[in-house]
Every structure is written in structure tokens, then in C-alpha cells.
């Protein structure tokens, strides 16, 4: 089972990203999705979550209308589309579960976790 989140890259503040979480050996779809965003020396902060029994979502005040989280059941995918970056978005962003069917993701309990991609906004 694996995780694999990708997209990330280097970008101007106001521009946009999207970044992937793909899964192999897992179904999305079964499972509320979260995507978090960590920077060296600072707390992780859960981004945003998508559930599985009703589709609802959550956003990080940070993030909320500027950042879009959807799934894509036939490519076994979940997007974050990033509008309007800001420098202070700049992160590593991975994607995870927990198991479970809503959100939020617990992170104590997390079963599978992506490597992450890098997101840097220049300003």
C-alpha cells in the first residue's frame, strides 16, 4: 500500500498548484482523506479533508477560499487545488488516512501517509 503525493514545485505568490495523492493497493474512496502541510521547526497543520460517507469537506482557516480538496474515484486520486498562494504556504504537503470514513484525520492514527511534495512560494 502506498501513498504517493506529487505536484509540488516552485511558484509566485498569487499563482496556483495542484497537487496529487495517488494510492496503489487502497481505495481512496473507503476512506476520509486529509491533506497536512509541515515546515521544519514549526507545528504540522492539517490542511484540509475529504470524507468518504457524505463527501464533505474541511478547510484550514489558513487556506479556506483559496484551496480546493476533490477526489477522483477513477484515477484513485484526491487533488488539492492551491489558488492564490502566499508565501506562508510554503511546505512540505503529504496526504494520509486513518482509517477511517470522515474527517478530521486523526494523525495518531494514521495507517498510510505519503512521502509528501514540496510546495515553495517566491514572493
Known amino acids: 500500500v502506498q501513498l504517493q503525493a506529487s505536484g509540488g514545485g516552485l511558484v509566485q505568490a498569487g499563482g496556483s498548484l495542484r497537487l496529487s495523492c495517488a494510492a496503489s493497493?487502497?481505495?481512496?474512496?473507503?476512506?476520509?482523506v486529509g491533506w497536512f502541510r509541515q515546515v521544519p521547526g514549526k507545528e504540522r497543520e492539517g490542511v484540509s479533508c475529504?470524507?468518504?460517507?457524505?463527501?464533505?469537506?474541511t478547510y484550514a482557516d489558513s487556506v479556506k477560499g483559496r484551496f480546493t480538496i476533490s477526489r477522483d474515484t477513477a484515477k484513485n486520486t484526491v487533488f488539492l487545488q492551491m489558488n492564490d498562494l502566499k508565501p506562508e504556504d510554503t511546505a512540505n504537503y503529504f496526504c494520509?488516512?486513518?482509517?477511517?470514513?470522515?474527517?478530521?484525520?486523526?494523525?495518531?492514527?494514521?495507517?498510510?501517509r505519503g512521502k509528501g511534495t514540496q510546495v515553495t512560494v517566491s514572493s
Open positions: 493497493g487502497l481505495t481512496l474512496d473507503y476512506y476520509g
Open positions: 494520509a488516512t486513518d482509517g477511517g470514513l470522515g474527517c478530521p484525520i486523526d494523525y495518531s492514527r494514521l495507517n498510510y
Open positions: 475529504v470524507s468518504s460517507s457524505d463527501g464533505s469537506t
